[in-house]
């Protein structure tokens, strides 16, 4: 069992039990204990499978946490509060995020860093990131204290688990991952209602696609319980619409799509952001929120482009060219600039955010 492949153990599983969902295979091939993608690499960077915005430019980290910090001080600077960042991966964003909030008066000592991360490799590298500040780490969301919340979560919520439905008249039937010819294929279950999916009638048609994911209500429902209880702010950013509709789920291995059936557990896998769920969730737990904003526009309105500008004067050459290079990967439309949306939460009693619109 020890020379086994996550592919092998998936094949095995499925003649066992039958076919899964897909929510079950991308938590396979994410989570599993010793083969999931998570608990046995480090993701990120130019060696890794893919690049996230704060990997990019220190300029992205630094704006959310002025924007955070802002925000704490519009309620009134509450002592002590929680700050923190679900899937904070090599922990990039928060270091740049507490550099820029050093002069920010009380901040940091009023601060409890809090990060919600699974994988024990990355726990490792989050901590030497982080040198010099105490840190907490949590499994989950429901382990973060009650008191106020200010957090951020950059592409979290895309690694999540999902659902996949197709619909069939009145009916949806589930996708699953079985096997044809003893290789792992993409099959349909039997037709049957959904109630979670009863509102989609009126937007769909037969053979249409809809996505749904499990964990995101409950996560989205805790950490606006807290806000809207104690106050604070969540800064969700991600890639995604206002509604699902489609096929989202891509794998990326070294930065290039690949099939997600092909190396279970080596690529990783994400799917797009139903951001309406997040809305609605959070409007239920009594928190208000800013309309969905492209990152593009979000950065712009906190002032990227006078940073980008500040310190591209004491850059010259390969230096100057590549911060030019990620002030366009973080605002262009055809870059990040649409396709990555932020989502603000807040108290139903407080202003917003700075950059974002209600």
Same mark, same amino acid.
């Given at each position: &069992?020890?020379?086994?492949?996550?592919?092998?153990?998936?094949?095995?599983?499925?003649?066992?039990?039958?076919?899964?969902?897909?929510?079950?295979?991308?938590?396979?091939?994410?989570?599993?204990?010793?083969?999931?993608?998570?608990?046995?690499?480090?993701?990120?960077?130019?060696?890794?499978?893919?690049?996230?915005?704060?990997?990019?430019?220190?300029?992205?980290?630094?704006?959310?946490?002025? #924007?955070?910090?802002?925000?704490?001080?519009?309620?009134?600077?509450? &002592? !002590?509060?929680?700050? &923190?960042?679900?899937?904070?991966?090599?922990?990039?964003?928060?270091?740049?995020?507490?550099?820029?909030?050093? &002069?920010?008066?009380?901040?940091?000592?009023?601060?409890?860093?809090?990060?919600?991360?699974?994988?024990?490799?990355?726990?490792?590298?989050?901590?030497?990131?982080?040198?010099?500040?105490?840190?907490?780490?949590?499994?989950?969301?429901?382990?973060?204290?009650?008191?106020?919340?200010?957090?951020?979560?950059?592409?979290?919520?895309?690694?999540?688990?999902?659902?996949?439905?197709?619909?069939?008249?009145?009916?949806?039937?589930?996708?699953?991952?079985?096997?044809?010819?003893?290789?792992?294929?993409?099959?349909?279950?039997?037709?049957? !209602?959904?109630?979670?999916?009863?509102?989609?009638?009126?937007?769909?048609?037969?053979?249409?696609?809809?996505?749904? #994911?499990?964990?995101?209500?409950?996560?989205?429902?805790?950490?606006?319980?807290?806000?809207?209880?104690?106050?604070?702010?969540?800064?969700?950013?991600?890639?995604?619409?206002?509604?699902?509709?489609?096929?989202?789920?891509?794998?990326?291995?070294?930065?290039?799509?690949?099939?997600?059936?092909?190396?279970?557990?080596?690529?990783?896998?994400?799917?797009?952001?139903?951001?309406?769920?997040? #809305?609605?969730?959070?409007?239920?737990?009594? #928190?208000?929120?800013?309309?969905?904003?492209?990152?593009?526009?979000?950065?712009?309105?906190?002032?990227?482009?006078?940073?980008?500008?500040?310190?591209?004067?004491?850059?010259?050459?390969?230096?100057?060219?590549?911060?030019?290079?990620?002030?366009?990967?973080?605002?262009?439309?055809?870059?990040?600039?649409?396709?990555?949306?932020?989502?603000?939460?807040?108290?139903?009693?407080?202003?917003?955010?700075?950059?974002?619109?209600?």
């Amino acid at each position: &069992a020890g020379k086994m492949s996550l592919k092998d153990h998936l094949i095995a599983r499925i003649r066992q039990d039958g076919p899964m969902s897909v929510a079950d295979y991308m938590a396979e091939c994410l989570l599993h204990p010793t083969r999931g993608y998570y608990t046995t690499r480090d993701p990120l960077g130019a060696a890794g499978d893919f690049t996230t915005a704060p990997e990019i430019s220190q300029m992205f980290g630094e704006l959310l946490g002025l #924007c955070l910090a802002q925000s704490w001080l519009d309620q009134g600077a509450p &002592a !002590p509060f929680t700050l &923190a960042e679900l899937g904070p991966g090599r922990g990039t964003l928060m270091a740049d995020l507490l550099r820029a909030t050093r &002069a920010v008066p009380g901040f940091h000592t009023a601060l409890r860093l809090h990060l919600v991360e699974a994988s024990p490799s990355l726990r490792r590298t989050q901590a030497e990131t982080l040198q010099g500040y105490e840190v907490t780490w949590a499994d989950s969301i429901e382990a973060l204290p009650q008191q106020p919340l200010f957090l951020v979560a950059n592409e979290f919520f895309d690694a999540l688990p999902i659902r996949q439905f197709v619909r069939d008249g009145d009916g949806w039937r589930e996708r699953c991952v079985g096997l044809a010819e003893g290789a792992l294929c993409f099959g349909l279950g039997p037709a049957a !209602p959904q109630p979670a999916l009863e509102h989609r009638l009126a937007d769909t048609k037969s053979d249409d696609l809809v996505e749904l #994911c499990p964990a995101s209500p409950p996560i989205t429902a805790s950490l606006a319980q807290r806000i809207a209880q104690h106050g604070g702010a969540a800064l969700i950013i991600d890639y995604g619409d206002w509604r699902s509709l489609g096929d989202t789920l891509q794998a990326l291995k070294s930065h290039a799509p690949v099939d997600p059936l092909l190396v279970p557990g080596t690529a990783d896998l994400t799917a797009h952001v139903d951001f309406e769920v997040l #809305c609605s969730v959070a409007t239920g737990a009594g #928190c208000s929120h800013s309309r969905v904003t492209p990152q593009g526009v979000f950065l712009e309105r906190l002032g990227i482009t006078e940073r980008a500008r500040a310190l591209a004067n004491r850059l010259e050459g390969a230096a100057l060219d590549s911060l030019v290079a990620a002030h366009r990967r973080l605002t262009h439309p055809d870059e990040m600039g649409n396709l990555f949306k932020v989502l603000g939460i807040t108290p139903a009693t407080t202003s917003l955010p700075p950059g974002l619109i209600s």
